[in-house]
């Protein structure tokens, strides 16, 4: 070993120093730096399994969400269908209500124009017999009794009848 140069006292005292160097660097450097190490893995581990649990709870969620807006878009709609639905059988009940008032105004405008239409003709009547009998008293240049009136009256008024 003299030919490459080593000695063997000093290759001793340097495996020594470096064996002596190497463990008080491994108790005290490297033992805490692989104990931080690992305790940092695990918690970047249990970090990246939390973001895959929230990831899956998000997606859920949305999943969720998405249902749930479904769902009040339909209630929505059957509620405006009911709505439109109602709002149609009130409209027709309505326009019944209003064509059945139409109506009584129309036969109450019939029934009252008949009734005025009888009240002309006995009124017409009693005007035309009043109007003969006074003619007929020009005419004939005589007093006509009150029988011969009412006589004359009625003939006339079967006259006008017919």
Do not use: C, H
């Amino acid at each position: 070993m003299d030919k490459l140069g080593i000695e063997p006292k000093i290759l001793v005292a340097q495996l020594i120093s470096f064996s002596l160097v190497l463990f008080v660097l491994w108790k005290f450097a490297f033992g805490p730096i692989f104990a931080m190490l690992n305790a940092r893995r695990d918690k970047i581990a249990e970090a990246l399994a939390n973001a895959e649990k929230i990831k899956g709870d998000v997606a859920r969620t949305e999943t969720e969400r998405q249902k749930i807006l479904t769902e009040a878009g339909d209630q929505a709609n059957k509620l405006i269908d009911d709505a439109r639905q109602a709002a149609a059988r009130v409209r027709e009940t309505e326009t019944q209500k209003a064509i059945a008032s139409a109506e009584q105004i129309v036969t109450k405008a019939r029934e009252a124009a008949t009734q005025e239409r009888a009240q002309m003709l006995a009124q017409l009547k009693r005007e035309v017999g009043r109007l003969v009998v006074q003619t007929t008293t020009t005419v004939t240049g005589k007093i006509l009794t009150a029988d011969d009136q009412t006589r004359l009256a009625q003939e006339t008024e079967k006259q006008l009848a017919a």
